[in-house]
């Protein structure tokens, strides 16, 4: 039991100190703040798909980016027409080119003149479009400068990453035919895996609740057996729930800077080996989650098993019901590492991640008001801080960054929930960090054993009105970030206020908030004072 005490606290490190924590909607190019909007440079920074057809038989769609000057182009595939692609001789079109062009698009290279004169140029010379590579192979939005006027440019500019633009150049310099079909889909108000999304978070924190408060329920009917037949010398000994770690004020304080540290260290030291890494540990606490919430579902069934233990060298006593599971929970995690890049292993990673979370809300409890209020306004802080504030250090959202798990090849670290994109055009996936789950969850765990401590049903209770708080704070979320056009939304933002305002105002308006902030339990009567009095 120590050992799964100290596992316990290790994997709730883990959580709150290397997930990303925050929503996403899936990649999009984001508008600039840098480059305002001026008369004939105002467009908004759109995806845009780059179908490609090689010697008239259809080959590889390409994702570019459209500029702020230029027409906007279609959004619909049927009204876009098929033309056919040249190279721009010189490549990059900074003047006239020399060889003719006749309603082609034109495929340029970036550098040494303004995007604006390349699109000028390619207009005056009778193109019908220009797609201008880049030289990285990440996408970079096309704006104008400050001081430019005459921006009336009538044809579509899109920027393509290096790696599509070379495909594009070597099949053309081969003597094939090329022509491209380029449009812009619109990306749905709200797709239906946000609706799966909320559900999973807000069905994760029911379960978790409700076995955590279960487990409370179990060791305090335990505990008052114990009183009642224990010698008054015991009376004043401080018993501690087994296998349950109770959070500090210090510890709360602390996750800041552990979880910063750790935030940075992903950002700095993110590579292919460092993911591999994380991967590992992921797979360690999700075979140990997986594993409890299938010896807590089936000991219901095999009550024997559960109860029959037996030694192991290092983990000590171990149920039998345990042993029976636990390969079936490391093949499914080897499983899921080995092939976590297939198009359906966001279903393992969730599996994985729900057990965890689960395990961790039922391990590490909140103990008073007072707690649970420092550590969701420490999670506040770092979530506005990694998501919004440090792109003035670093130049872009390191939370983010992490999250989609930028420079190396990997779709973001595993310790995310996801759903990939229904009915959105461009793919991707929706996802939403652990601590925007686990950490509300452990205040609202803390609302429902209070709850069954006091005996208090649902409408008198704080579970009920903790709940709803959080499902509505998440909701909102997800408005913002379709508001926001799909950019990464710190849920805490929205989440914290609701869960613990809620919390506050009911625990003040009930005259129960002095109690709740320091005990964080009913007044409770002594058995022995009990039998004394009858």
Not at 62 to 79: C, D, K, M, Y
Not at 324 to 346: E, G, K, M, Q, T
Request: glycine share 8%.
């Amino acid at each position: 039991m120590e050992l799964r005490r100290s596992l316990g606290t290790f994997l709730a490190l883990i959580l709150v100190a290397v997930l990303p924590s925050l929503v996403i909607g899936g990649d999009i190019v984001h508008e600039d703040d840098k480059a305002p909007k001026q008369p004939g440079c105002s467009n908004n920074f759109v995806l845009v798909k780059v179908q490609t057809w090689i010697g008239n038989r259809e080959d590889n769609e390409f994702v570019g980016v459209g500029a702020r000057f230029g027409t906007p182009l279609e959004s619909q595939e049927r009204h876009a027409n098929r033309t056919r692609v040249s190279i721009a001789d010189p490549p990059d079109l900074c003047t006239p080119p020399r060889n003719k062009i006749v309603g082609d698009v034109l495929l340029v290279h970036r550098g040494h003149c303004k995007f604006t004169t390349k699109a000028k140029v390619a207009e005056a010379a009778g193109a019908s479009a220009i797609l201008i590579i880049n030289n990285r192979k990440e996408l970079y939005k096309m704006v104008c400068d400050r001081n430019e006027t005459d921006l009336h440019i009538n044809i579509p500019a899109v920027m393509l990453p290096q790696d599509a633009g070379a495909s594009l150049e070597s099949s053309i310099k081969s003597g094939v035919s090329v022509a491209v079909q380029l449009y812009s889909p619109d990306r749905p108000l709200v797709d239906i895996a946000e609706v799966f999304l909320w559900l999973m978070a807000v069905g994760t924190i029911l379960c978790a609740c409700y076995w955590s408060a279960w487990s409370a329920r179990e060791a305090s009917i335990e505990h008052e057996k114990l009183l009642k037949d224990a010698p008054d010398e015991l009376l004043n000994m401080e018993t501690v729930a087994s296998g349950v770690v109770d959070i500090n004020t210090t510890s709360a304080v602390l996750f800041v800077v552990i979880a910063s540290c750790f935030l940075i260290l992903l950002y700095k030291l993110m590579s292919f080996w460092f993911v591999e890494l994380l991967v590992v540990l992921f797979c360690i606490g999700g075979i140990e989650g997986l594993q409890a919430c299938l010896v807590v579902l089936l000991s219901r069934w095999f009550k024997r098993a559960g109860e029959s233990f037996i030694k192991v060298p290092f983990f000590g006593a171990v149920s039998y019901l345990t042993l029976a599971v636990s390969p079936f929970c490391i093949a499914f995690a080897v499983v899921w590492a080995v092939y976590r890049r297939v198009s359906f292993a966001w279903i393992g990673q969730d599996i994985l991640g729900i057990a965890l979370i689960i395990t961790v809300l039922q391990i590490v409890r909140v103990p008073n008001l007072k707690v649970g209020t420092v550590l969701l306004t420490c999670a506040f802080l770092y979530d506005i801080f990694w998501v919004f504030v440090s792109k003035w250090w670093f130049h872009e959202s390191v939370m983010i960054v992490v999250a989609r798990g930028d420079k190396t090849g990997e779709d973001g670290v595993p310790m995310l929930l996801k759903i990939p994109r229904m009915y959105d055009p461009w793919g991707g996936y929706s996802i939403i960090g652990f601590g925007d789950i686990l950490l509300p969850g452990l205040l609202i765990a803390f609302a429902l054993r209070y709850d069954w401590a006091a005996k208090k049903n649902l409408r008198a209770g704080y579970f009920l009105f903790s709940m709803a708080a959080y499902g509505t704070g998440l909701l909102i979320t997800y408005v913002a970030l379709n508001l926001m056009d799909g950019h990464g939304q710190p849920a805490l933002l929205y989440v914290v206020p609701f869960t613990l305002g809620t919390f506050l105002t009911l625990g003040k308006k009930r005259g129960e908030l002095k109690n709740l902030w320091s005990r964080g339990e009913p007044e409770r009567v002594c058995p022995h004072l009990q039998l004394a009095h009858q």
